[in-house]
């Protein structure tokens, strides 16, 4: 079955600072990639939606200029968190749509804040 | 707007018990209904998937009917294992459309079966 990565699995970052996390589809091209938040316990959250070559569709709420998308290539988008706040901190999903059918969930990232 | 409301969690079950996850939706329209399933340490998998009422999805002996009179999409198996133990999530997306659009999901249910 189709596969997605993220690394890394888990970073600690000091308050202010950026950070970046990447998403690869790794056997499927991919035109669109998702990027959830999760809380403890709680729901996954839509955060944005990354379509390759052009800007990010980003949910209301959700600061684009906090979190930086970027779809470069067809098997990758990038995450950044800049300026990282401990309220930050919390676990990042991506996903990748293989054609117009299923999407592929990647295993997460757990970002602290310190 | 779209929302999905599962069962509270954790479930704790003994293994070849009866499962039963709830899951109920609120959304304009007929939209598609999915049970995804994360393992420890693994990404979200779609475990089945229902596209209209009356559809039931199934998979590795779970199973989920849509029913649009209750607006429903309760998850069943009738004997689970321990390997089932994971967290599973109820979502919803815009009608008539593929798992490919924006996903709704729910919180989540901590399912743990004891051998």
């Known amino acids: 079955g189709a596969v997605v990565s993220q690394h890394p699995s888990w970073v600690i970052c000091k308050s202010g600072t950026s950070v970046k996390i990447e998403c690869r589809s790794l056997?499927?091209?991919?035109?669109?990639m998702f990027w959830y938040r999760q809380f403890p316990k709680q729901s996954l959250m839509l955060m944005a939606t990354s379509n390759e070559g052009s800007k990010a569709t980003y949910e209301q709420g959700v600061e684009k200029d906090k979190f930086l998308i970027n779809h470069a290539s067809l098997t990758l988008s990038t995450l950044t968190v800049t300026s990282a706040h401990p309220e930050d901190s919390s676990f990042y999903i991506c996903?990748?749509?293989?054609?117009?059918?299923?999407?592929?969930f990647g295993p997460g990232t757990r970002l602290t804040v310190t | 707007g779209n929302s999905v409301t599962q069962m509270e969690g954790p479930v704790t079950l003994s293994e070849e018990a009866f499962l039963t996850i709830n899951c109920t939706y609120t959304a304009t329209g007929y939209p598609s209904l999915f049970w995804y399933v994360q393992y420890p340490g693994e990404g979200l998998q779609l475990l089945l998937k229902?596209?209209?009422?009356?559809d039931k999805g199934s998979n590795k002996g779970f199973e989920a009917t849509y029913r649009k009179e209750t607006t429903s999409f309760h998850l069943e198996k009738g004997s689970v294992q321990v390997s089932d133990s994971a967290v599973y999530f109820c979502?919803?997306?815009?009608?008539?459309?593929?798992?490919?659009?924006?996903?709704?999901f729910g919180e989540g249910t901590q399912l743990t079966v004891n051998p």
């Open positions: 996903s990748a749509l293989q054609g117009a059918r299923e999407q592929y």
């Open positions: 056997d499927f091209q991919a035109t669109t």
């Open positions: 229902a596209t209209k009422a009356d």
């Open positions: 979502a919803l997306s815009g009608a008539g459309e593929t798992s490919g659009s924006r996903l709704t």
